[in-house]
RNA sequence: GGGCGAGUGGUGAAAUGGCAGACACGCUGGUCUUAGGAGCCAGUGCCGCAAGGCGUAGGGGUUCAACUCCCCUCUCGCCCACCA
């Protein structure tokens, strides 16, 4: 395929020449770089960073960037100071398993991947502000997130716990539970399995409140949202105490939503990993308690959760007592409870809830009903958790006031709940599936954790002064297996002195997740240099909030909600005006390309092994973008082909930013043939010496266009609509195209109409637009500089309009008038005309609907 | 099972209650050409010779008027999923 591309004479729009030169023009006079010193009202626009892999950019990234990057550039052009700023997110396992899988030192190759990335970003014409490029693998940004480490540590937000963790097979590290996927880890879809360690968490769960409320203030998609609320997973419910009977005194507290259901616990259940499971186990049930313990131990949680799986459990030989009705119930243990949520307990209600039916016929428990359809229905009778519908009953005991009262939990569960609050039963409580943020790693790759363990002082933070802990430099920077860090393997790094007591410590080798240099980047770009801080709090007041953050759906409930948390812990510590990261949100779709996929596995098959497959066991399929699949088409390679500038028209005319699109270098010949055209026809127009005195029968109507489009464009623009932009400017093209053709070249209406036009077209291509700039007699300067043109509306005005004649509804007929046309001769000009008086012959005119300079609607029958 | 989003020509899509299919790809024809896989011009939802009729996943509703708002059903995509 290489339709459109010139290679042979001069190409008739020399586009190869023409992004050299302007690029080179733009990194000479440092266009993109921000002016601190302006007056002007501020922007602050931002991509989510990369990190850079081994396997470079492809266009799919540009599905993010282009449209950011035209944002910003039709922002700069409106007036806006904006801040536009591009890093390396260049820490963490990505990078890590992207050096191992190729042999090499994260180290060595991170800077120069970095470059590789920056450059291949220049090559698509991008306006990023260089000088404030950040990369996280650098000490002077590490230092700060130590620094930040030890500000939650200080403020009672970063603590060190014993619990069981995430643990990845593959990789020997821990995951924090967003890390998790589908009881696999996100890098390597290996299996994860709970395993006891000492591990860094961040407090997040004590921001959940906080972090629910905030959702109000925020400009981001109802998905995002609604995704976080239910990651934070707020439940309001009551805690109850059940008090084992028998040799061992020990009291079991549950949670549940359902404190009204109270008489219909038959059982207890507690997750295996529940602490009081060994304290309460009778001996005859030891051996048969301490298998079930083992076998869930080992199940990692894909295992455990998998759909439809059938219930396990074993008794534990113990009983607790219903505070309710003085009964006593058994304790079992079953995956099914989990360790991590409310209390690792819960109170079974078979009768009304369906995980506990079903664990109560497998095992042959009680199941007894609280709320019954009619006295006749029994306990026995029920084939599935009865949820919802029937009253109280009267016969178990229930105090007087609420017997009757219907299932529900909107407004009987608070009825029910004061009632045995008040009789001591039961205590008020607010539970959240959250979990605290475990951001300790047994990998090389990350921030050092600036903390020192002394046998006499015990955890003991490294002082601020003191701050970077250096990476060290090392051979194997590999995972070993045993659970530990590879730090740990260096003497000289391990071994410290205490800074309290002077005696001999050792420092903390884990290393912090990625996610944590993530969490607060976008402060650390309002002052990059900075060495007082982690940021200028003038500068941070100045930029913060971001007013629009461009990223991937899939960090919805991982970093959007950790960076949404730093800046309320940094809000919080009086180190930030501003109380979340950004203002507004958009989400981009995907940019999928055609794959030769293996029938009998799905997996992808690069061009290049192709031979080896016979074409019936080849299938295409649209598949994300990737490397690694085979599908990947580099930015160089289009740049080289059609140019930069059709390469951004494509991304942003193919579909809305927030839609997927399907990869065809054939549509990408329509855009590029859109900047032929272009560059042609302003050429022309630019050739010529404007006439003030030529007259012109089109002048009024291409005058009319180009204000209309500058109306459209904006609009559009600032909705990231980018593909009704390009569809806009391609009808601007045509009119004045058709000008041209019809001898207007040199009326004074073509020059306007070219340099609107190539105003309007300077953010989605900047090469050509700055190209024909200059051409248009604008010499030494940038249209990024220029001010966007204004919409006259006296000019966008119509002064002829059609007006649609319909029939009870129906389109029957179009009516040309004056714009501004009065309702009642409107409605006149309608009735007048031949087919309407056919149509309404012999009907009874019940209505008439006049829309001015837009319809007329006769109902008539 | 739950949440969010989507379903419009051969294809990507446009239309924020008022002419459905703008713009583009593809295709067809014309033109210019030694040539065309370049350029330019025109046509292109479906049925029909036409007049005209039909048409935005399907069904119902609101409205003078529905791709658009409401209800039900189906299909697809993404995310979450034993959370007590």
């Known amino acids: 395929m290489n339709t459109s591309v010139q290679t042979d004479e001069t190409p008739r729009y020399p586009f190869r020449e023409i992004e050299r030169t302007w690029q080179k023009r733009w990194a000479d006079a ?228 359902r404190p009204d259901t109270l008489w219909g616990a038959t059982f207890l259940v507690l997750a295996p990993e529940h602490p009081l499971v060994a304290t309460i186990t009778t001996d005859a049930q030891k051996a048969a308690v301490n298998d079930y313990i083992d076998a869930a131990s080992r199940a990692s949680e894909q295992d455990r959760t998998a759909e439809n799986r059938p219930k396990t459990g074993v008794f534990t030989g113990a009983y607790a007592q219903n505070p309710v009705n003085g009964e006593d119930i058994p304790i079992w243990i079953a995956d099914y409870v989990l360790t991590g949520y409310g209390t690792g307990a819960i109170m079974a209600v078979p009768a009304h809830d369906q995980r506990d039916f079903d664990f109560a016929k497998a095992m042959g428990l009680a199941i007894r009903l609280v709320y019954r359809e009619s006295d006749d229905q029994t306990d026995d009778a029920i084939t599935a958790a009865f949820a919802e519908g029937g009253t109280l009953r009267a016969d178990i005991g229930a105090p007087e006031s609420i017997v009757g009262l219907p299932n529900d939990k909107y407004t009987t569960v608070p009825k029910v709940l004061d009632v045995i609050a008040n009789q001591g039963y039961a205590r008020k409580r607010v539970n959240y599936r959250l979990r605290d943020w475990l951001v300790s790693r047994q990998r090389y790759w990350g921030t050092p954790i600036p903390i020192i363990h002394c046998p006499a002082c015990g955890i003991v933070p490294v002082p601020v002064d003191q701050l970077p802990v250096l990476l060290p430099d090392v051979e194997n920077y590999k995972p070993g297996n045993d659970g530990r860090s590879p730090l740990a393997s260096i003497p000289e790094f391990v071994n410290c002195t205490c800074p309290t007591c002077g005696g001999a410590a050792e420092r903390e080798t884990d290393t912090m997740a990625g996610s944590v240099d993530s969490s607060w980047y976008f402060l650390r770009f309002t002052s990059p240099d900075c060495t007082t801080g982690a940021w200028d709090r003038a500068a941070a007041d100045y930029w913060m909030p971001v007013d629009l953050y461009l990223g991937g759906r899939e960090h919805a409930v991982g970093h959007l909600l950790y960076c949404r948390f730093f800046t309320k812990v940094f809000h919080d510590a009086g180190l930030l005006t501003a109380d979340e990261p950004a203002y507004a949100l958009r989400n981009q779709g995907m940019l999928l390309a055609e794959s030769f996929v293996d029938k009998e596995n799905g997996h992808p098959i690069k061009p290049d092994e192709l031979h080896k497959y016979n074409p019936d066991q080849l299938e295409k399929q649209w598949l994300k973008m990737s490397k690694s699949k085979g599908n990947a088409v580099t930015p160089d390679e289009m740049a080289d082909s059609y140019g930069a500038d059709a390469l951004r028209l494509y991304i942003c005319f193919e579909a809305p930013f927030e839609d997927t699109i399907q990869w065809s270098e054939e549509r990408m010949s329509g855009t590029f043939r859109f900047l032929s055209r272009s560059w042609d026809v302003i050429q022309t127009i630019a050739g010529t010496t404007v006439d003030a005195s030529t007259d012109h029968a089109d002048a009024r109507s291409v005058r009319r266009k180009v204000h209309q489009t500058i109306a459209k464009v904006s609009l559009a623009i600032a909705d990231l609509r980018m593909n009704t932009v390009v569809s806009s400017l391609m009808i601007l093209q045509d009119v004045i195209r058709k000008f041209v053709t019809a001898g207007g070249a040199t009326h004074p209406a073509a020059r306007e109409a070219a340099e609107a036009f190539t105003l309007l077209l300077a953010p989605l291509a900047p090469h050509t637009a700055d190209a024909l700039w200059e051409l248009l007699g604008h010499a030494n300067t940038f249209t990024i500089n220029e001010a966007w043109p204004e919409s006259d509306p006296e000019v966008a005005a119509e002064d002829e309009v059609t007006v649609v004649v319909q029939v009870n509804g129906k389109l029957r007929d179009k009516l040309t008038l004056p714009a501004g046309a009065d309702n009642a001769s409107t409605e006149a000009a309608a009735m007048a005309l031949p087919k309407i008086v056919a149509e309404l012959d012999g009907k009874t005119i019940r209505k008439v609907i006049v829309v001015p300079n837009k319809l007329v609607n006769i109902v008539a029958g």
């Open 30 to 257: 440092d266009i993109y770089k921000v002016d601190t010193s302006s007056t002007k009202p501020k922007f602050y626009t931002l991509v989510m960073f990369p990190y850079p892999s081994g396997s470079g950019l492809h266009v799919g990234h540009g599905k993010n960037y282009i449209p950011g990057d035209v944002l910003a550039r039709h922002m700069r052009m409106k007036g806006y100071n904006v801040l536009n700023p591009m890093g390396w997110d260049a820490f963490g396992q990505p990078a890590e398993q992207d050096a191992i899988k190729r042999g090499v030192n994260p180290r060595t190759v991170v800077p120069q991947l970095a470059a590789e990335y920056r450059r291949q970003l220049e090559t698509l014409g991008v306006s990023y502000d260089w000088s404030r490029e950040i990369n996280s693998t650098e000490p002077a940004y590490y230092k700060w997130n130590q620094w930040a480490f030890l500000l939650l540590l200080e403020r009672g937000l970063a603590y060190r716990d014993n619990a069981p963790v995430n643990w990845c097979v593959n990789e020997s590290t821990v995951l924090a539970n967003e890390e998790v996927v589908d009881g696999k880890c996100w890098r390597c879809d290996g299996p994860v399995v709970q395993k006891p360690l000492p591990q860094w968490k961040f407090k997040i769960t004590a921001y959940a409140d906080k972090l629910i409320a905030g959702l109000d203030t925020i400009n981001w998609p109802e998905g995002v949202k609604t995704q976080q609320r239910e990651w934070i997973g707020r439940s309001e419910g009551a805690e109850v105490d059940f008090a084992v009977t028998g040799d061992t005194p020990a009291n079991i507290t549950v949670f549940t939503t």
